[in-house]
């Protein structure tokens, strides 16, 4: 059964750095896309980072790029979102995706763990 | 970008009525859309994708329409687990999410 553990958030200020984490059970990140999305209060998702499958390609969206990095640990079977300058901006739920299909990145997001929530505040 | 627009922002329906949602592209997408439902303090539930595939364990009720720039979600008869916010999705380019469509008891 696929699960997604997320872990790591917080209260913030803006301009510092954070990481969160998504321990996955049920299966193993290197055969899938892995994937963050985040939604801020009262707003539609957003998807923020991409990790391909076989870590060949790694994608941001504009509003993150050059401040967060997606990475992974195959031996913790973790994904990680490294977020650094944080803005205000940024405070959101952050949930960790696995794609639809095994070795193949199919854009279809079909397992959501829980959430961390992140809040940049002064 | 391309962008998703969800029509209406709420939508009153009592039990056992149809329901329909809809969802516009910004720029033809194919039938690379999907459907989200998301209750309060859960994350969204992949209803939908490829425009009209059922997900795992979707109930029948559910069902999904369109190509290209017009999509639409249909529930055929709503049930009280149904009242919730649903989100649709574009991925044929980098993924973007609509603002969602509020369905809630009249």
């Known amino acids: 059964q696929v699960h997604l553990e997320e872990s790591g958030g917080g209260v913030v200020q803006p301009g510092t750095s954070l990481r969160v984490s998504c321990v996955a059970s049920g299966f193993t990140v290197n055969r899938y896309t892995m994937s963050w999305v985040r939604q801020a209060p009262g707003k539609g998702p957003e998807l923020v980072a991409v990790?391909?499958?076989?870590?060949?390609?790694?994608f941001y969206a504009d509003s993150v790029k050059d401040r967060f990095t997606i990475s992974r640990d195959i031996s913790q079977n973790t994904v990680f979102l490294h977020m650094t300058s944080l803005r205000t901006e940024d405070t959101a739920v952050y949930y960790c995706v696995r794609d639809r299909e095994e070795g193949y990145a199919s854009g279809v997001t079909a397992y959501w763990g829980q959430g961390t929530l992140v809040i940049v505040s002064s | 970008e391309i962008a998703v627009t969800q029509s209406p922002a709420a939508l009153s329906v009592s039990p056992g009525d149809r329901a329909s949602l809809s969802c516009r592209a910004s720029?033809?997408?194919?039938?690379?859309f999907a459907w989200f439902q998301q209750k309060p303090g859960q994350p969204p539930r992949l209803l939908i994708y490829s425009a009209s595939t059922r997900a795992t364990g979707v109930p029948a009720r559910f069902s999904g329409s369109g190509s290209g720039t017009e999509f639409t979600l249909t529930i055929s008869s709503l049930q009280s687990e149904d009242f919730a916010v649903y989100y649709c999705?574009?991925?044929?380019?980098?993924?973007?999410f609509g603002q969602g469509t509020k369905v809630d008891m009249k």
């Open positions: 720029q033809s997408v194919g039938n690379y």
């Open positions: 990790i391909l499958y076989d870590e060949s390609k790694k």
């Open positions: 999705q574009q991925y044929k380019m980098w993924p973007t």
